[in-house]
């Protein structure tokens, strides 16, 4: 197993995640764990490696398994970084590697794991305050947000700026963790099939 410590740049950009996924198979690597943080804190990262290392090599599960369970202990990790793990089937005559990301959710900061802006795009409020408001159903779990500035938009007469999160197609919600409404989101990010060596 692998941990890459590196700045997120080597998964976050499409040619650098390829070349990171043919290095770990031509290593001979059967799983890998990588960070997206631009500037990662590797301490941050310090409850996942002990629960993977202790739930994978002491009491023996597969890290598919168990990369899950461990993040549902680490929404400190969540605010900082997603999490991609690589994993790699080795057959007869070739070898498949998937790969996963694990993005942190939280219904009124993170929805659907993606950040809210810093910054209002309409009354140009910096650190401004959302206010998450009811989407009437049918919306594919689209969420709603607006700027919680009494003065945006008035100038305009457009009234506060209102913002719409989808929520992606592939993403499936891991159990809820430590932290009220928030969840470890997971999105399948395909496979890949190397001929064996
Ligand atoms: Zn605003």
Known sequence: MLFLFACGSVVRHEASLTNIQDTIVHLGFSSAVAFDA?????????????????????????????LPEALADCTRLGGHSGVFLFTV???ATQRILTT???????????????????QCPRCAVILVEWKR???PHGQGGSQQFICMNGACGELTGEGPV???????DNLKILKPGKCEGSAWLEIALGSRIFDSA
């Open 89 to 91: 089937e080795t057959g």
């Open 100 to 118: 996963i990301k694990y993005i942190w959710g939280h219904r009124d900061i993170r929805p659907w794991g993606q950040p809210l802006p810093i």
């Open 133 to 135: 408001v009811a989407v």
């Open 162 to 168: 209102s913002i719409h999160i989808a929520k992606l």
């Open 38 to 66: 631009e500037f990662l804190q590797p301490v941050l990262t310090s409850n996942l490696v002990n629960g993977i290392v202790e739930r994978v090599y002491i009491e023996g599960y597969p890290i598919q398994m168990v």
